[in-house]
């Protein structure tokens, strides 16, 4: 679980940062200096640095560790997905990782008005982001409701998902596991993975090399029970009914989720697509949820060691998961002399089928399947949290006047809504949607497009200069220089040409594409492009306004106003751009100046 929650800040005048003073007070007229139930209440700071790293972390290490990351490796190619998930994670992942944190920590601000404060113009950007979390916050929890089920059915005195003898068993399930007992003897007798008699037709299969395959597809227990106990999966073409249990389930988990948050935070080809939804997904990237949580740092907290950290700690458990699942899965294929292609081509349940049959081999299975269970409910619970911690954030920073004092409300009203809309995915039909979800909605493509602008804007509007000026102010020295020219050239480089190769390619190959039926890809370009359409929309709405359009909020402090935006090579590329109230102050000191010299 996260940490304990933020102070609230006292005070009027309570600084935050060098130089300025609490939200909403720097510009307030001198009669309105009582009306203190005018005003918004004041924004929150984390109490201490603990507290940041355990959010951030609970965020970044969640279920896309056990459950995504090993899917993926084996999806495509296993050791060879190493190449591209590296070059994503050390050109793109960090550098947009750490420049979310920083942004956030610098502006105070949510995921939308952050984007508003350093450009008005590319608000988009944040917007587009938050309809990614809004996609997260529907889909996300359903994993949890999976999780729950298992847990719960992890109390029987045989676990359900071990044996072949029970109603929703097909034909095609095989076990293997009654013969278990005594083989870790030197003296054991083996044949038996080489000779086994099926329960059902009596049919003898004898395989004597690893070339020889039964006639029909074998499955084991815990792949049935996945797909025709738990998913209950219907190949009719429609949703079907809402299995009740689930639903249960599902409704459970956004209540543990509402009552943790409620208070606020006080309380080359497809390879290299995949790797990179894989870094952006995991490192949560592109989403707003690390500037959300970074905006509650104080001004002076050293974000750049901090991500240094959590980058190196969330990558080392998602290569560790892929070790414990690979290592099952060959066993398993072994056990039942069939490829691994059949037994990880259950996707995203993969880790729900693999670790199961782990846990029913050690003593006492009932009490390491509840741990287990219990661990990956609290893994993807810490995801939720910030994903709805993120929109809240966003929406009572556009709305502060109305919307912070009524925070349980507007988090209750999240969590309605998003438990409504995520009933659809526990239908009998629910997994052909929850996979086009997941396969086009926080995916590479969306991802990659706003990774794009996130760097643009930073480096070549805003001005990388002056962003290291920002970061070097707050945290008292510059950071390394390689992550100038990955904003400036590098990350943008590297993420278009994999979305315009993503784009120009063939139709993404779903991980259950033997499931899923035509009329849920009719879903896939809706998905795909609302996240998009944001950014120039709100361009185009910013370019009607006309004025201030790519100028910086007046409240936020620079460092070297005078200074060029973005130099290369002791070149001025982008000249100095004062904000407005700075010109302002700068016309009426010169005014004044002339008026007393007249």
């Not at 809004?134 to 729950?148: E, G, K, R, S, T």
């Not at 995949?274 to 001004?299: E, M, R």
């Not at 910013?542 to 007046?554: A, E, F, M, Q």
């Amino acid at each position: 679980m996260r940490g304990s929650c933020p102070q609230t800040l006292k005070g009027t005048m309570e600084e935050t940062r060098d130089g300025g003073i609490a939200d909403g007070e720097a510009m307030e007229p001198e009669g309105q200096k009582g009306s203190v139930e005018k005003r918004p209440e004041a924004r929150e700071k984390w109490a201490n640095k603990t507290e940041f790293l355990l959010s951030m972390a609970g965020e970044i290490i969640g279920l896309g560790n056990v459950w995504r990351f090993p899917y993926l490796c084996y999806k495509n190619g296993g050791g060879v997905f190493f190449i591209p998930y590296f070059i994503f994670l050390f050109f793109c992942g960090i550098p947009i990782f750490f420049l979310e944190t920083a942004l956030g920590q610098y502006t105070s601000e949510g995921g939308i008005t952050a984007w508003r404060k350093i450009c008005p113009m590319f608000e988009g950007v944040g917007v587009a982001s938050q309809v990614i979390v809004i996609y997260l916050n529907i889909y996300y929890i359903v994993v949890l409701a999976w999780a729950l089920f298992y847990l719960f059915n992890s109390f029987w005195s045989t676990l359900p998902w071990t044996s072949c003898d029970n109603y929703w068993n097909t034909v095609n399930c095989h076990n293997i596991s009654v013969t278990y007992t005594g083989l870790h003897r030197p003296d054991t007798d083996w044949s038996f993975l080489y000779n086994e008699t099926d329960k059902h037709d009596n049919y003898s299969m004898s395989f004597q090399n690893e070339s020889e395959w039964p006639p029909f597809k074998v499955i084991s227990p815990e792949q049935d029970y996945w797909f025709h106990r738990m998913l209950r999966v219907a190949n009719s073409g429609g949703l079907g009914t809402v299995n009740a249990d689930l639903a249960m389930c599902l409704l459970l988990a956004w209540v543990i989720c509402y009552f943790c948050i409620f208070k606020g935070v006080k309380t080359t080809g497809k390879v290299w697509r995949d790797a990179g939804t894989q870094v952006f997904f995991s490192y949560a990237v592109c989403q707003g949820v690390l500037t959300a949580l970074s905006s509650y740092n104080k001004y002076n907290n050293d974000c750049y060691k901090d991500c240094i950290a959590l980058c190196i700690l969330n990558s080392s458990t998602s290569i560790f998961a892929g070790f414990v699942v690979f290592s099952i899965l060959g066993f398993m294929a072994h056990q039942l002399g069939l490829p691994m292609e059949d037994l990880a081509s259950s996707g995203p349940g993969l880790a729900f089928i693999a670790y199961p049959r782990a846990l029913s081999l050690l003593p006492g299975p009932q009490f390491w399947s509840v741990l287990f269970f219990f661990m990956v409910l609290l893994l993807g619970l810490d995801s939720q949290f910030v994903c709805v911690e993120s929109l809240a954030t966003a929406l009572t920073d556009l709305f502060p006047g109305v919307l912070r004092k009524r925070r349980e409300l507007l988090v209750l009203l999240i969590a309605v809504i998003c438990f409504l809309l995520g009933l659809p995915f526990i239908t009998k039909g629910g997994f052909h949607l929850f996979t086009v979800m997941d396969t086009y909605g926080p995916s590479g493509t969306n991802l990659l497009f706003i990774a794009c602008f996130e760097t643009i804007v930073v480096a070549w509007v805003y001005g990388a200069n002056r962003f290291y000026d920002n970061i070097e102010d707050m945290i008292g020295y510059a950071p390394f220089p390689v992550l100038k020219y990955c904003w400036l050239f590098i990350t943008p480089l590297i993420c278009a040409a994999t979305l315009l190769y993503n784009l120009l390619g063939s139709k993404s190959v779903s991980s259950a594409d033997e499931f899923v039926p035509d009329w849920s890809y009719n879903l896939a370009p809706l998905l795909t492009v609302i996240p998009m359409v944001c950014i120039p929309i709100f361009l185009f709405i910013s370019l009607g306004r006309g004025r201030d359009i790519i100028t910086p909020s007046s409240d936020l402090k620079q460092l070297r106003p005078n200074s060029p935006r973005l130099t290369l090579f002791n070149r001025v590329i982008i000249k100095p751009q004062r904000s407005r109230h700075i010109q302002e102050d700068g016309e009426e000191k010169a005014n004044k100046e002339h008026t007393s010299g007249v």
